[in-house]
């Protein structure tokens, strides 16, 4: 089985990656105080170092005060913060390796109480009152305003620190994901009603991080079908809804769609083989990147329900046939890469042997 097509170089305008693999974005609460300190930069350094091709950081908040929602994750504001990130960015390209930021909104998550203003409440599509106390706080036009702001400010801020992009975290029920899904979004404004309604904010919000970056800088944007709140929610039902939801999002600015889904090799919809890369691919004829339990025999949930489950090495056969296929072209590796920095020069050098399996153990340290 040749690997080739996963170590071949990808260009889009003036961003040019090393290979095909892509390391996921994945919170690690390794940054004390919001500030990414040596031993993140020494963990992204060591995954540039050993064949991936871009790096999206794990989520890091914005500049608005209720970004978080956990703790010690780091922050992408603040001259410190931002000096740190700087120093990432310099050793992964001391490597060859390239790097974007996941600009991330935890929305109506958040809870009172967590860092770095333990009284801010939530901030969502929807406002949540209990016991008459403000839980999560329904955006005005000018909350909305203003976290807009922060994101277009944060992509400025990683242009200007040398990132190579941002990936915009639109997925899995955060934020902008809240704003998408009618579940967390009954709004009867202009940001409410269909999906089309509910897409504006992040219209909006992409829109605004373009305007501030220029043309030429790479905007990913990650969505999903699935929420944390319900795993089996969707969006889109079908290929054409698809299309519609995306063009809107492509047309505002996106250059790359990283689809989120937990078994990269489950077909999106019925009467097709392809995962939701693939349509996205062929809908939108923007570059993807698939994701999801690549390299390993248990998906990402598993371990969380299943604390003593490991997931072992499988095989990587049926993800090359696809990509070799131009079904989508990048493939984002999540735990595979947290537990083994050097998985993927494994994977190019043929020593698949020496991978290691991932357990929940792997989240306790960061190598
Ligand atoms: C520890 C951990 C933290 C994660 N944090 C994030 C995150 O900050 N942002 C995000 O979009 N996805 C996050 N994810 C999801 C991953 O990016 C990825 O989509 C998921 O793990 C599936 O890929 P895998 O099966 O290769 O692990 C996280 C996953 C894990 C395991």
């Given at each position: 089985m040749s690997v080739n097509a996963l170590f071949k170089p990808f260009q889009l305008g003036a961003l040019r990656l090393p290979s095909r693999v892509v390391m996921a974005p994945m919170t690690r609460?390794?940054?004390?105080?919001?500030?990414?300190?040596?031993?993140?930069?020494?963990?992204?350094r060591r995954r540039a170092?050993?064949?991936?091709?871009?790096?999206?950081?794990?989520?890091?908040?914005?500049?608005?005060?209720?970004?978080?929602?956990?703790?010690?994750?780091?922050r992408f504001y603040g001259v410190d913060a931002l000096a740190g990130w700087k120093k990432v960015v310099d050793a992964?390209?001391?490597?060859?390796?390239?790097?974007?930021?996941?600009?991330?909104?935890?929305?109506n998550v958040r809870r009172l109480g967590t860092e770095p203003d333990g009284d801010v409440p939530g901030y969502g599509p929807m406002p949540k009152v209990k016991d008459g106390k403000e839980l999560v706080h329904g955006?005005?036009?000018?909350?909305?305003?203003?976290?807009?702001?922060?994101?277009?400010?944060a992509a400025a801020d990683a242009k200007a620190i040398g990132m190579d992009g941002v990936e915009i975290h639109g997925a899995h029920g955060y934020l902008v994901d809240q704003f998408f899904w009618e579940g967390t979004n009954q709004r009867?404004?202009?940001?409410g009603g269909s999906l089309a309604k509910r897409s504006r904010f992040a219209i909006e919000l992409i829109q605004a991080v373009r305007a501030a970056v220029g043309e030429g800088f790479p905007i990913i944007f990650r969505f999903s079908q699935w929420k944390q709140q319900d795993y089996s929610a969707r969006l889109v039902q079908t290929p054409e809804a698809l299309g519609e939801f995306l063009q809107p999002l492509a047309d505002a600015g996106v250059d790359i769609f990283h689809?989120?889904?937990?078994?990269?090799?489950?077909?999106?919809?019925?009467?097709?083989h392809?995962?939701?890369?693939g349509w996205t691919r062929e809908l939108t004829g923007k570059p993807t990147i698939t994701v999801g339990s690549v390299g390993l025999d248990g998906e990402f949930l598993q371990f969380m329900v299943d604390?003593?489950?490991?997931?072992?090495?499988?095989?990587?056969?049926?993800?090359?046939?696809?990509?070799?296929?131009?079904?989508?072209?990048?493939?984002?590796?999540?735990?595979?890469?947290?537990?083994d920095p050097d998985w993927a020069a494994k994977v190019r050098d043929g020593h698949e042997q020496d991978i290691l399996p991932f357990s929940r153990e792997a989240l306790t340290t960061l190598v």
């Open positions: 609460s390794f940054s004390p105080g919001g500030i990414p300190a040596a031993k993140v930069i020494e963990y992204y170092a050993a064949g991936v091709g871009l790096i999206i950081t794990e989520g890091t908040t914005v500049g608005h005060k209720a970004a978080n929602g956990y703790p010690h994750v780091p992964v390209h001391a490597e060859g390796g390239r790097i974007v930021p996941q600009l991330w909104h935890v929305g955006m005005s036009h000018e909350d909305i305003a203003e976290v807009i702001q922060a994101f277009a400010q009867d404004d202009e940001y689809c989120s889904t937990r078994r990269f090799w489950e077909p999106e919809f019925e009467g097709s392809l995962n939701l890369a604390t003593d489950k490991v997931a072992q090495p499988a095989s990587l056969e049926n993800l090359l046939t696809r990509l070799e296929n131009d079904e989508f072209d990048l493939v984002a590796v999540g735990r595979a890469l947290l537990v």
